[in-house]
């Protein structure tokens, strides 16, 4: 079975700019999570999709936004980027978590965004 | 609120020495409790996971064991080797409410392991 995908895998971008990243989740995976990786602040949470909802959403400010398509696909834009954006982004996709065990989730292998 | 604390690092071994790294939480309830480690470059990959107290976790030759009386969920492997170098990330989740898709981190321990 394949792996949770990101694209791109790079990118460089200015302040100001914004940005679009994607995940492909694990085939007959319904959620999807995204995280900030960075040094200083570690792995933090960004938001969740199910079924084309966000469900969960961290500590960020709105210009940190995503959506999830009807094939669980999802996207996340960052918007008027700042130099302290530049970090991993991790995406994650795990089953469907309303059994309430389990929570297992599978990461991409990110997508390196630096801003400049 | 809910925290992962992990040891700090980072941690240097010799090949085939015992390994430990120490990870407790905070919670409310009973979470589930995740070891993930991430090689250079790359995503997280899960290494273990238990579900609920007294549940141990293991997969190639590492283990923890879900202590709910001392809050922790310390790794262990008996006899490292040089291809186990890389960061190591304790991790809880909770399920449903407001807590759906959300794993809380510890800040990661970097090993590394030399021949």
Known sequence: ?116 | GNSVTQMEGPVTLSEEAFLTINCTYTATGYPSLFWYVQYPGEGLQLLLKATKADDKGSNKGFEATYRKETTSFHLEKGSVQVSDSAVYFCAQAYAGGTSYGKLTFGQGTILTVHP
Request: net charge positive; proline share 4%; aromatic share 12%.
């Open chain 1, 1 to 116: 079975k394949a792996g949770v995908t990101q694209t791109p895998r790079y990118l460089i971008k200015t302040r100001g700019q914004q940005v679009t990243l994607s995940c492909s989740p694990i085939s007959g995976h319904r959620s999807v999570s995204w995280y900030q990786q960075t040094p200083g602040q570690g792995l933090q949470f960004l938001f969740e999709y199910f079924s084309e909802t966000q469900r969960n959403k961290g500590n960020f400010p709105g210009r940190f936004s995503g959506r999830q398509f009807s094939n669980s696909r999802s996207e996340m834009n960052v918007s008027t980027l700042e130099l302290g954006d530049s970090a991993l982004y991790l995406c994650a996709s795990s089953l469907d978590l309303r059994q309430g065990v389990g929570h297992e989730q599978y990461f991409g292998p990110g997508t390196r965004l630096t801003v400049t």
